[in-house]
């Protein structure tokens, strides 16, 4: 039986359960949950190979949580199992999935109803070079060379939400009093999927409530609380081609940053962050909506994968508000110019989830792995610890993205008996315009599954962007009718590009 290092004992003493997510040589990911219980716990730790192992030492060093390991998804319906309730009983201690309650038990995986799910042996080894007693679990039988390459809490440290503009003194002349303030869940036509929960968030334009309502469809989502996840319905919801901006967000009072001086660079800094996080939260939640209907094969492990992701998003866009608020209260956010350039790349792959992927996911979102690392660096040069900490964040957050891009990306490729590598690249070609710029965070990309055979010495070749002759010609003959007198004219062209 093979071991996999995790992490030292003491590291997990943060949080009662850890989402691993593991990759073998040959591509394949495993989704994990480690559960760590309190010593309370009154079951006996057994030793056999696919049980809870305690090393001897552990019982003199007490006190040691008991440590689980099993397989994140649901063997039932493929329930996300990170927020599984774990009841203890005489004999056994059980996770109980949130969707139809079957119970799995920790140490076997068995459950009453027949079903098994996926559990792994953990061992504490005291490193001899240091003492350091470390967590190791036993790797997959299919796949060779298993790595960890996540290591997450599953919890939501949310920072309060932001203050709205409205509320702050330059711009609480522009909202009228009899603004509709509406409710986290319509009180009509309340969505009872997932699909529907997407389409109502990426409609809703106000930052807060977008905040507010990821969190809460995400919790409802992983709770079993949902009739479905919809994609499988025969009419459901489509997204909005572009989502909506609040215009007190668009109409904003500083006119020129640069004026800002010096000092204020920072606000710059975070508002322009906290602003592509918004645009982050509806690319993730756009993905699930456009995609989910036009490939019913997409396992639940998916939107799973994608919820978690837009409420990362939504974290951070409240953890960059609130700090921003905090540090400069006459910029916060909504009061600096804005840019919805990360949604022309939505646009642009709005026909193909693997064009989606590629794009958005590992082209986009992986530039960040290599950019956040200079920016951090910064804001530690400045002595702004607050700051500094949520980067940090941000930045351990976005590696789990990229992999997630990764995965979903590599498994279409499976499915569709294509080589990842020499498809994302032609992805690129066709959807990206310029060079795949460096320098590149090597590190932090193979550690989300990208390894330098996808993009180095790559660019695009601009076809998805380019203005063809026929369109120019197209755009000449353009008539404009119905101009009403004294107002400018206004036409709104849509172009869609065979992607062939
Ligand atoms: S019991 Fe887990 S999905 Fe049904």
Not at 342 to 367: G, K, M, P, Q, Y
């Amino acid at each position: 039986m093979e071991f996999l290092r995790i992490s030292p004992y003491i590291n997990l003493l943060t949080h009662s359960r850890f989402l691993l997510t593991l990759r073998s040589s040959e591509g394949k990911y495993h989704s994990l949950i480690l559960f760590r219980l309190s010593t309370g716990s009154t079951v006996e730790p057994v030793t056999t190979s696919d049980q809870y192992v305690e090393s001897p030492d552990i019982r003199k060093s007490a006190p040691y949580g008991q440590l689980y390991v099993m397989e994140s998804t649901c063997p039932h319906l493929g329930a996300d199992l990170s927020h599984a309730e774990i009841e203890e009983c005489e004999t056994s201690v059980v996770a109980v999935c949130p969707w139809h309650r079957y119970d799995f038990d920790l140490r076997t995986g068995k459950s009453e109803t027949g079903l098994t799910a996926c559990t792994y042996a953990v061992e504490i080894r005291t490193d001899p070079t240091d003492g350091v007693d470390v967590v190791w679990m036993e790797t997959p039988e299919k796949g060779s060379n298993w790595r960890l390459v996540q290591l997450q809490p599953v919890s939501e440290a949310f920072a309060d939400p932001p203050p709205l503009p409205a509320s702050t003194g330059t711009m609480s002349e522009s909202v009228p009093d009899h603004a509709v303030v509406e409710e986290i869940v319509p009180t009509s036509n309340a969505p009872t999927t997932l699909m529907q929960w997407a389409v109502l968030i990426l409609n809703t334009a106000d930052p807060t409530l977008k905040v507010q309502r990821t969190k809460h469809a995400v919790d409802l989502f992983r709770n079993g609380k949902l009739a479905s996840i919809g994609h499988r319905a025969s009419n459901p919801p489509r997204p909005p081609d572009t989502p909506p901006r609040e215009e007190n967000y668009l109409r904003n009072t500083v006119s020129d940053p640069r004026k800002l001086g010096k000092r204020k660079k920072a606000a710059v800094m975070l508002h322009a962050l906290a602003n592509i996080e918004q645009w982050a939260i509806d690319l993730a939640w756009d993905i699930m909506a456009r995609f989910g209907p036009s490939n019913p094969d997409l396992p639940p492990a998916f939107f799973s994968d994608f919820a978690k992701m837009a409420l990362d998003e939504s974290k951070h866009f409240s953890l960059l508000t609130s700090r921003l608020a905090t540090m400069s209260p006459s910029t916060p956010y909504g009061t600096l110019p804005v840019h919805a350039s990360l949604w022309d790349s939505a646009l642009i792959t709005s026909n193909s989830l693997r064009a989606r992927l590629a794009i958005i996911h590992l082209v986009h979102e992986a530039r960040g792995l290599d950019v956040n690392p200079g920016t951090i660096d910064r804001f530690r040069r400045s002595g702004d610890k607050d700051s500094l900490a949520v980067l940090e964040v941000i930045h351990a957050d976005e590696v789990t993205h990229v992999t997630s891009g990764h995965r979903w990306f590599t498994w279409m490729c499976e499915r569709d008996g294509l080589d990842p590598v020499s498809t994302f690249r032609d992805e690129v070609r066709k959807g990206w315009r310029g060079e795949i710029k460096g320098p590149f965070n090597d590190d932090d990309r193979a550690r989300a599954g990208m390894t330098k055979d996808f993009y180095e010495d790559l660019r695009g070749d601009d076809i998805g962007w380019r203005k063809d002759a026929d369109l120019e010609k197209a755009l000449e003959n353009l008539k404009v009718v119905d101009q009403e007198p004294g107002h400018p004219a206004a036409a709104t062209v849509k172009v869609e590009y065979d992607r062939g």
